[in-house]
């Protein structure tokens, strides 16, 4: 428990450091100045604040999801970014943005969370096709298998002229977020919590489907319920701020290396560090070229692709 409060408050020092970063002054004298004490207090509370919020709610959920997903799967290399759901997700918004422009933004998360979960179930189904399964096909099937997804929705894209809007669900990037554009990330809260609660049946389910139903669990229930969690989570976070590459996969690994597999106990482990990598790759894009900001989608796919690669490369030492 100590050392649980002392990485919160390593997360809570990152967000400190957030809501201090920006191209407008908010220095402590800019707060208490009379005269520029009312801008800056309507920066902290119209931008700062939510986009520290939506940083923070966005990293936990998206690595409690890859978690999840990892534990349904059995494989260390999935997440949703390996696994077809997110580009699914993304086509899901291409579409109801083409036949219901102006469809609220909580039709749309619906809609993406259901071509998520959709493509999530075939990635699935695909792999009982595969006769021999070893631990580095998986992810190999899930980046083919979201490649040709991608390929699809950038054609359409192509087509009906939104390739920009494209690029913007897809490279995540946080400096549009405002008060009153990140309020959804609040239901990834809430999903991210369920989660937790049920993460004992979680594990079980990840140990497979015999072994599941002989201890009494509805094993398709479970998978049912993580893949939703799953797929809302996704859609959620790709509505509201884009895509966050390999979030799911690089903290739930070095989580597991130090702690092992039991959710329930991993769980807030993985929740604080996918938040606090978020806040340090947002506060690196928003020094490094300062007063400009590089997206941290880009921040992140850098890290992410090094970390996977390296995981690949350890993974195949392991089955040597």
């Known amino acids: 428990m100590k050392r649980l409060l002392l990485a919160a408050t390593a997360v809570t020092i990152l967000a400190l450091i957030s809501l201090l970063i920006g191209a407008g002054d908010l220095s402590l004298s800019a707060l208490v100045t009379q005269q520029e004490g009312q801008y800056a207090t309507q920066i902290l509370l119209i931008s700062r604040i939510p986009r520290t919020l939506a940083l923070i709610l966005a990293g936990t959920a998206m690595a409690a999801a890859g978690t999840i997903m990892q534990m349904l799967t059995r494989n260390r290399f999935v997440e949703p970014s390996t696994a077809g759901t997110v580009e699914s997700a993304s086509l899901g918004l291409l579409i109801v943005t083409l036949f219901a422009p102006e469809a609220p933004v909580i039709v749309k998360m619906l809609i993406a969370a259901g071509f998520a979960l959709a493509g999530t179930v075939l990635f699935l189904r695909i792999l009982e096709l595969v006769p021999l399964r070893s631990v580095l096909t998986v992810p190999l099937v899930g980046i083919m298998l979201g490649g040709i997804i991608g390929a699809i929705t950038t054609f359409f894209a192509y087509r009906f002229d939104l390739l920009q809007s494209l690029n913007a669900w897809t490279t995540s990037d946080f400096s549009g977020v405002l008060r009153g554009r990140y309020e959804l990330l609040w239901v990834t809260f809430a999903l991210t919590f369920m989660a937790y609660l049920a993460a004992d049946r979680l594990t079980l389910a990840g140990m497979g489907r015999d072994f599941a139903t002989n201890l009494g ?75 400009y900001e590089i997206p941290i989608g880009t921040i992140m796919g850098i890290v992410g692709s090094g970390l996977f690669l390296l995981l690949l490369l350890k993974g195949r030492e392991r089955l040597a």
């Open 217 to 291: 669990l509805r094993y398709h229930g479970i998978m049912s319920f993580g893949l939703i969690i799953v797929a809302m989570v996704t859609a959620t976070i790709v509505v509201t701020v884009g895509m966050l590459p390999f979030l799911g996969l690089i903290v739930p690994n070095v989580v597991s290396l130090i702690m092992g597999d039991n959710m329930h106990r991993s769980l807030p482990w993985i929740a604080l560090l996918g938040a606090g990598l978020v806040l340090t790759c947002d506060i690196v894009g928003r020094v490094a070229y300062h007063p």
